[in-house]
């Protein structure tokens, strides 16, 4: 079915923000083979952990192959991995588990994924002991709801593995600016590979998606700040000049596909927290990356992975940006158009041969596009929970989820678009609605895991004030995040010499908190800065930049009107507005 237009009015106004591999065949083993704060931010504050019913385990037990994936990708029974000659067949019975257990379509991505697994493999040693170590994580993972990544070999390998392709990576950006775009993209393929942290839904085994791994186990904390390791070598792998936006229409049509999901990620998580993208985005379709391409059931995509059509993420980021620089002030003209593409937009779904699996697929996407519109409606046009257009759509998400039974397979991809919706909610039955799908959800009933820190996100919210209002989601993320410590002083000098205008500045004593560490209670706090200025002329020009910090605009000051004798009239000092936590560290222009 074709979905809406993005339209190219709406990017005329904002366009200033600046080896082919044989297909499946049932036959032969081998044919068969991805700053934080605004300045209203409250105080921060604890958040009770929440955990589901103890129904988790019998979740895990139940079949998810309920379209013969296995037999898609492998065709035949359990292998022991210590026979030399199953190696190769134990990772795609791996990803046949994982394609089953975490993909929104699975079968749209069986070719893709056996080709992924064959092409990595025959790349060399460390890549197969990756694939091998991937191969048990998720072994262990989807037997047990129980799951502790610190308590498993595996997983801690591969920790120390991509944290250390990782670091070579960043050190040679940092060393020669010189990683170039296929550098840049091994090392994400590899970074994908096993660092899940980036999303909250696990996508399928193949090498190029594993990103998703570990985000079922860890915390939105450890996710955002994988996000930010990673971000200056995602940078480099894209396309795109360094130093303009990122084309998402044409990323998408001509990069390997593990940029996607860090894209995705970067998108809906500023959504969710409320906070700045790493990066910013455009949406210009061109001829080669025509709007077409992306309407159709074939290729691989978001949308055959985790559910959220590429269309509609292409969107998001585009709102993104407009509420960076708006905020809810976006003139109407262009929130009607938004509203109009949304309603536009239609749901994809690929065959499959469980219809029920089919109905609740499309539910999905259609929890997404009624979950978007909240988001135009709230974020964009700040209109609180009891607004009209807000109860309707609200109401058809509603209608959405009680005509399909709570269910793992279905609403893990629904996660997010919960999420929205919780924030919308006024009545209790609705509430305990969102909560009840929500703890359903593995990843979510778990304390110290992303999805539970939604969880614990939304009961924050609905325990305050109503009607809610779309900031009360940034409020409620610092207030489940507090456990992240202050940024060092070190990390105050490393974000501010990211801006050009620090570059040749004279520092006469280091940034530092104008109150100690330990004090510091708010979500943004003062940071003096003392440089030498005999005539003034530097801190008049400095007043004039618009200076970044943690990925946030700072507001800039003047700390004395006269500055004190000692500094003898050779210095002046600066007081700058910052977030406290280095969660986010981009700069303009920075990668």
């Known amino acids: 079915m074709e979905v809406s237009n993005i339209s190219s009015s709406l990017e005329t106004n904002h366009q200033d923000l600046a080896g082919t591999l044989t297909p499946y065949t049932p036959g032969s083993f081998l044919d068969s083979t991805f700053s934080l704060a605004w300045p209203s931010d409250q105080l921060r504050q604890t958040s009770p952990q929440l955990t589901a019913p103890s129904q988790l385990d019998d979740d895990v037990d139940e079949s998810d192959d309920l379209e013969d994936v296995q037999s898609a990708v492998i ?8 026979v030399e000659s199953n190696g190769l067949p134990f990772v795609l019975q791996g990803c046949a588990t994982w394609l089953s257990y975490s993909t929104y379509e699975p079968l749209s991505v069986v070719q893709s994924a056996r080709n992924d697994i064959l092409r990595t493999y025959v790349m060399g040693e460390q890549p197969r002991q990756i694939l091998h170590l991937l191969t048990n994580t998720v072994n262990e993972l989807t037997r047990s709801a129980e799951y502790d990544p610190a308590e498993s070999t595996c997983f801690l390998a591969l920790e120390a593995i991509f944290q250390q392709i990782l670091a070579e990576a960043g050190a040679h950006i940092e ?19 096993a660092s899940a942290r980036l999303t909250v839904y696990p996508i ?9 791994t570990k985000c079922r186990v860890e915390s939105l904390t450890n996710i955002l700040a994988f996000l930010q390791l990673a971000a200056p070598i995602f940078r480099r792998a894209c396309p795109d000049p360094l130093d303009g936006f990122i084309n998402l229409p044409t990323l998408f049509t001509t990069t390997n596909p593990v940029l996607y999901y860090y894209i995705m990620m970067d998108v809906l998580l500023a959504m969710l927290t ?3 993208m790493f990066f910013r985005y455009t949406v210009r379709f061109t001829p080669e990356a025509h709007e077409s391409l992306f309407s159709g059931v074939e290729g691989r995509s978001l949308r055959c992975t985790c559910g959220i059509p590429d ?15 708006f905020g809810s002030y976006i003139p109407k003209h262009m929130t009607d158009e938004l509203e109009q593409d949304i309603k536009r937009m239609k749901p994809i779904v690929g065959v499959s041969t469980e219809p029920f ?3 609740g697929r499309m539910v999905v996407q259609q929890a997404w596009f009624q979950a978007a519109l909240i988001y135009l409606y709230m974020g964009l046009c700040g209109y609180d929970s009891t607004d009209a257009r807000v109860v309707t759509a609200r109401s058809r998400f509603i209608k959405l989820l009680a005509s399909t039974k709570p269910q793992r397979t279905i609403d893990s991809f629904m996660v997010f678009p919960l999420v929205i919706l919780g924030v919308a909610t006024e009545s209790q039955e609705e509430r305990n609605m969102v909560r009840q799908r929500m703890l359903g959800v593995p990843e979510c009933a778990r304390p110290g895991r992303m999805g539970n820190d939604f969880v614990r996100m939304l009961e924050n919210i609905w325990s305050k004030r109503c009607p809610v209002v779309w900031s009360d989601l940034r409020g409620a993320c610092w207030e489940v995040i507090a456990e992240t410590p202050v940024a060092s002083e070190e990390d105050l000098l490393a974000t501010l010499q990211l801006n050009l205008v620090f570059k040749d500045l004279h520092l006469t004593m280091r940034p530092r908190w104008f109150k100690k560490p330990e004090a510091i209670t708010g979500l943004r706090s003062f940071v003096i800065i003392t440089f030498e200025d005999p005539d003034g002329l530097v801190e008049r020009n400095l007043l004039k930049f618009t200076v970044y910090a943690f990925g946030e605009q700072t507001a800039i000051k003047k700390w004395h009107d006269t500055p004190p004798s000692c500094w003898k009239g050779s210095s ?3 007081i700058i507005v910052i977030p406290v936590m280095a969660t986010d560290i981009r700069g303009d222009g920075m990668f």
């Open 357 to 359: 699996l089919m109905i």
């Open 311 to 325: 269309r509609l993420v292409m969107m998001f980021a585009y709102m993104n940006g407009l509420f960076e620089d």
């Open 274 to 276: 409320v906070r700045p």
């Open 204 to 212: 399928d085994l193949s090498p190029s998606k594993w990103i998703f």
């Open 75 to 82: 065709g035949f029974l359990a292998l022991d991995q210590t």
């Open 175 to 193: 060393s020669t600016r010189g990683l170039n775009q296929q550098q840049a993209n091994e090392a994400m393929l590899f970074v994908n590979q």
């Open 572 to 574: 002046s000092s600066l």
